[in-house]
């Protein structure tokens, strides 16, 4: 059937596709003084990003899972907003979500 032999240069390409643009920043960036601004604009991104995600999860969901989807992104909002923490608040929306749609 399919052997990892023949896939392994594609697993390796991908790897270092992935990898190559969180590198390259830190090793031209390591070295150099950020300006405060920058910092405070960089701090946002991840929130940003979450926000994209959540925001497309939502208006591309199908009609089944419209509850399940907006029960996890209520929770994700509210622990986010009462703990300020990204992962926590991630991992409880998914959470959140799993327990509707298996219950």
């Known amino acids: 059937m399919y052997k990892l032999e ?18 390259v920043p830190l090793l031209f960036l390591s070295k150099k003084e950020l300006s405060d601004n920058l910092k405070q604009f960089l701090q946002y991104i991840p929130y940003a990003s979450l926000s994209i995600l959540i925001v497309r999860g939502i208006l591309t969901s199908p009609k089944e899972m419209i509850i399940p989807t907006i029960v996890g992104v209520t929770v994700a909002a509210l622990i986010a907003y009462r703990k300020s923490s990204l992962v926590l608040s991630v991992f409880m929306g998914i959470f959140a979500s799993f327990l509707i749609i298996n219950i």
């Open 6 to 23: 023949n896939y392994l240069h594609l697993i390796l390409g991908m790897s270092l596709v992935t990898y190559l643009p969180r590198l």
